[in-house]
């Protein structure tokens, strides 16, 4: 049984950083795809980032480029996604996501993750 645990959220002002942390357990996620996305009040869930377990190319919603990194640690089992210089309107729900890897294909399309976590509210005051 896959679970996923995000941590790391929180209220913040403009300008300020976050690391968001995601626990992975219950399988060997070395051939899985690990996302990122969110869901503003009142929008649909976006992607945010992508990563590879087994590393590579990273992927990012224009919308954070630049601002947030995605990365994996293999030994402890977690995904992080830090954001810099976050703006109110990085005020969402953050989700973490896996699926079986696709190798890049639909990586930003949340109907191909099979597994979620509860989320981690991030809020950013102006």
């Known amino acids: 049984q896959v679970q996923l645990v995000e941590s790391g959220g929180g209220l913040v002002q403009a300008g300020a950083s976050l690391r968001l942390s995601c626990a992975a357990s219950g399988r060997t996620f070395s051939t899985y795809d690990m996302g990122w996305f969110r869901r503003a009040p009142g929008k649909e869930r976006d992607f945010v980032a992508a990563?590879?377990?087994?590393?590579?190319?990273?992927y990012y919603a224009d919308s954070v480029k630049g601002r947030f990194t995605i990365s994996r640690d293999g030994a402890k089992n977690t995904v992080y996604l830090q954001m810099n210089s976050l703006k109110p309107e990085d005020t969402a729900v953050y989700y973490c996501?896996?699926?079986?890897?696709?190798?890049?294909?639909?990586?930003?399309?949340?109907?191909?993750?099979?597994?979620w976590g509860q989320g981690t509210q991030v809020t950013v005051s102006s």
């Open positions: 996501a896996a699926r079986f890897s696709l190798r890049g294909a639909a990586v930003r399309v949340k109907e191909a993750y099979n597994y």
């Open positions: 990563i590879p377990w087994s590393g590579g190319t990273t």
